[in-house]
C-alpha cells in the first residue's frame, strides 16, 4: 500500500495562490491513479480533482475547473494540485488519494473509489 503525505497549506487571500504537494512513499507511484479530495467543516468530503496513472488523463469538479490544476511526477513519486484565483469557499482540508491502476479509471471519482489516503493538509482563505 502506498503512503501519501500532503504539504502546500497555508492561510493565503481570496485572488492568490497555492501549490499543493503529495509525496508518495511504500510503492512506485506510476501504479496509482491519483486524486485530491477536500472537506470543509461540517460538510462532506468532495472530490476536487484527478489524475490517470500516467497523466494522460484528468478529471476536475466543476467548482475548480478553470481555476485549479493537477500534475503528477512519477520520477520523483510527487503528485501537486496548483490552486489559483482562490476563493473562500476553497477553504478546507485537502486530501491526496490513490487508486490502484489494476482498478479502471473513473470519470466520476468518489470517495468510495480510492483507497489510499493522506492525512490532509489545511487551505484557509481570507475575503
Known amino acids: 500500500q502506498v503512503q501519501l503525505v500532503e504539504s502546500g497549506g497555508g492561510l493565503v487571500q481570496a485572488g492568490a495562490s497555492l501549490r499543493l504537494s503529495c509525496a508518495a512513499s511504500g510503492d512506485t507511484l506510476s501504479s496509482w491513479h491519483m486524486g485530491w479530495f477536500r472537506q470543509a467543516p461540517e460538510k462532506e468530503r468532495e472530490f476536487v480533482a484527478a489524475?490517470?496513472?500516467?497523466?494522460?488523463?484528468?478529471i476536475y469538479a466543476d467548482a475548480v475547473k478553470g481555476r485549479f490544476t493537477i500534475s503528477r511526477d512519477n520520477a520523483q513519486n510527487t503528485v501537486h494540485l496548483q490552486m489559483n484565483s482562490l476563493k473562500p469557499e476553497d477553504a478546507a482540508v485537502y486530501y491526496c488519494?490513490?487508486?490502484?491502476?489494476?482498478?479502471?479509471?473513473?470519470?466520476?471519482?468518489?470517495?468510495?473509489?480510492?483507497?489510499?489516503w493522506g492525512q490532509g493538509t489545511q487551505v484557509t482563505v481570507s475575503s
Open positions: 489524475v490517470s496513472w500516467a497523466g494522460s488523463s484528468t
Open positions: 488519494a490513490g487508486r490502484h491502476r489494476r482498478r479502471l479509471w473513473v470519470v466520476s471519482p468518489t470517495v468510495a473509489d480510492f483507497s489510499a
